[in-house]
């Protein structure tokens, strides 16, 4: 039974660039949450994925965006990268959207240099 | 002002110490309370989840006093193995924020020979 599984492991990218990021849920799971870890610090709610839809959103600007597929995966997209964007971003899965019990991919650590 | 707050530490102890984690949160009405380990730059996995009556799982005990809004993690006999960062987690259980956690910047625990 696979778990969460992410992709790609590590990125680098420059200011102003956009990056996608991958996520396959665990099997049986059909929402999606994404969260942002910068160093030194606990992970922050980006948005949850649920039935195609953002169904919540965490304090994060615009350029972050994201989508879910129809077999439950998602990606994670930001624009015009900022040095502050680096930190490795989570996904989360779980059986659904009031699930409190996550479990997270081993996540994307990104370098905006 | 932190929904979550945690001291971010470092502990450093020996093995077979008992070692203690506090954890206090902003929001009265939170429903769910978590402690997540979380090895070097891997994914936050759950430790266990923390209920009003307390509970242990082998060295580790939960607690959680809502009166004074804080949770705790006490690991008794401690050994190398322990080493990690600890997060605690919150879920507010709210409409809006249903299936979303927020999390402490985590408590850093070494574990010395």
């Known amino acids: 039974d696979a778990g969460v599984t992410q992709s790609p492991t590590h990125l680098i990218k420059t200011r102003g660039q956009q990056v996608t990021l991958r996520c396959s849920p665990k099997?049986?799971?059909?929402?999606v949450s994404w969260y942002q870890q910068a160093l030194g610090q606990g992970p922050q709610f980006i948005f949850q994925y649920y039935e195609e839809e953002e169904r919540q959103r965490g304090n994060f600007p615009d350029r972050f965006s994201g989508h879910q597929f129809p077999n439950y995966s998602s990606e994670l997209n930001v624009n015009a990268l900022l040095l502050g964007d680096s930190a490795l971003y989570l996904c989360?899965?779980?059986?659904?959207?009031?699930?409190?019990?996550?479990?997270f991919g081993s996540g994307t650590q990104l370098s905006v240099l | 002002r932190k929904e979550v707050e945690q001291d971010p530490g470092p502990f450093n102890v020996p093995e077979g110490a008992t070692v203690a984690f506090n954890c206090t949160y902003s929001?009265?009405?939170?429903?769910?309370f978590f402690w997540y380990r979380q090895d070097c730059r891997k994914e936050p996995k759950l430790l266990m989840s923390?209920?009003?009556s307390g509970n242990e799982d082998g060295r580790f005990t939960a607690q959680l006093n809502r009166a004074s809004q804080y949770i705790s993690l006490l690991i008794r006999d401690s050994k190398l193995s322990d080493s990690a960062t600890y997060l605690c987690?919150?879920?507010?259980?709210?409409?809006?924020?249903?299936?979303?956690?927020?999390f402490g910047r985590g408590t850093q625990l070494t574990v010395w020979p």
């Open positions: 099997s049986g799971h059909d929402t």
């Open positions: 929001n009265s009405a939170s429903q769910s």
């Open positions: 923390v209920y009003s």
């Open positions: 987690a919150v879920n507010e259980g709210r409409g809006s924020t249903l299936g979303r956690l927020y």
């Open positions: 989360a899965s779980s059986l659904d959207r009031v699930q409190e019990k996550l479990f």
